[in-house]
């Protein structure tokens, strides 16, 4: 029963850790990503990403409260987050410079 218990205390310290990720990374994005993005408000995800990083940080994962944070904070990461990265262009670059066009290097016509 210990072991099992371990287990639980690791993956509620996993969960609440996954739930901070998502509030910080909300915090630092730009306001006007999320309205490019056609994502709800940068307050509003700020506001329910903060209440489920508190909400796990005092109840653990026992409760469904902190599921329903969860499911938020996934929410978040798999939707919004990829969305705000494509408007803002922080996504990887494959390679080539920053002179690439989609078709291939644009060269200005030489």
């Known amino acids: 029963m210990q072991g099992f218990s371990n287990f639980l205390s690791l993956l509620s310290l996993a969960l609440t850790l996954f739930c901070a990720f998502a509030f910080f990374d909300s915090l630092f994005r730009r306001e006007d990503a999320f309205r490019a993005a056609d ?4 307050p509003f995800w700020a506001i329910i990403l903060g209440l489920a990083l508190a909400v796990a940080l005092i109840f653990g994962f026992m409760s469904f409260l902190p599921i329903i944070g969860l499911i938020a904070a996934i929410v978040y ?5 990829p969305a705000l990265k494509q408007v803002t262009g922080g996504g990887r670059r494959r390679g080539g410079s920053s002179s690439d066009g989609p078709y291939g290097p ?3 016509g030489r």
């Open 39 to 42: 994502k709800k408000t940068k």
């Open 77 to 81: 990461v798999v939707d919004v987050r």
């Open 106 to 108: 644009y060269n200005g």
